[in-house]
Nanobody, 123 residues
């Protein structure tokens, strides 16, 4: 099992950048596919990015493609989400997630979740 802890959220102006980090307070992330999801008020969580155990990123959703990049460092036991060219519509709570097996687009297939970190993009 792993316990995930996110950091790096905050407030930024339109066009700015933020880098979210996800670490494990317990366990080792190397055996897990990792992903970032986000959740808007009153909405279901949606995939932002996912990466396989060996660092291969899945295709990004159109909403973030070309702006967001997921990465992982199995030596440092971390995963990250680099967010550039941020827009007000990116404002949401962002969650780090992990699952045994292959990377997936589906919320229900991730067994472990962080507590979430707020990202606010102001115009």
């Amino acid at each position: 099992q792993v316990q995930l802890v996110e950091s790096g959220g905050g407030s930024v102006q339109t066009g700015g950048s933020l880098r979210l980090s996800c670490g494990a307070s317990t366990g080792t992330l190397g055996g897990y596919a990792m992903a970032w999801f986000r959740q808007f008020p009153g909405k279901e969580r949606e995939l932002v990015a996912a990466v396989s155990r060996n660092g291969l990123a899945m295709p990004y959703p159109f909403s973030v493609k070309g702006r967001f990049t997921i990465s992982r460092d199995n030596v440092k036991n971390t995963a990250a989400l680099q967010m550039n060219s941020l827009k007000p519509e990116d404002t949401a709570v962002y969650y780090c997630a992990a699952r045994l097996g292959a990377a997936s687009n589906y919320v229900s297939e991730y067994q472990y979740w962080g507590q979430g970190t707020q990202v606010t993009v102001t115009s």
